[in-house]
């Protein structure tokens, strides 16, 4: 059984920044792809960015292209959320999680193409 820790959420004033991280409990992170997913109250659960296997490739949300970096470190297990620039629209509950099947970054960033999840990081974004 695969098992994601979510870490790293907080309070933060907007402009600030913070580094979430994921830390998987299992060999079979490294021949998948990881992504970040957000759920503000009251709204469905949204795709931020995803990483490929290797790291090679990443994909960004459009809302947070430019302030936000995902990257993964495969000896350690985990996988990283680096946030800069935050803004109150920022405020969520923030999820990592593993692609279903090993190789490419899911295509279509949908909740669908994840199997395990992590069990959240709150993030508040102060004006």
């Known amino acids: 059984q695969v098992q994601l820790v979510d870490s790293g959420g907080g309070l933060v004033q907007a402009g600030g920044s913070l580094r979430l991280s994921c830390a998987a409990s299992?060999?079979?992170?490294?021949?998948?792809?990881m992504g970040w997913f957000r759920q503000a109250p009251g709204k469905e659960r949204e795709f931020v960015a995803a990483i490929s296997w290797n790291g090679a490739s990443t994909y960004n949300e459009d809302s947070v292209k430019g302030r936000f970096t995902i990257s993964r470190d495969n000896a350690k297990n985990t996988v990283y959320l680096q946030m800069n620039s935050l803004k109150p629209e920022d405020t969520a509950i923030y999820y990592c999680?593993?692609?279903?099947?090993?190789?490419?970054?899911?295509?279509?960033?949908?909740?669908?193409?994840?199997?395990?999840w992590g069990q959240g990081t709150q993030v508040t974004v102060s004006s």
């Open positions: 999680a593993r692609a279903k099947f090993p190789g490419k970054v899911p295509g279509t960033g949908q909740t669908s193409d994840y199997n395990y």
């Open positions: 299992e060999r079979t992170f490294n021949p998948y792809a």
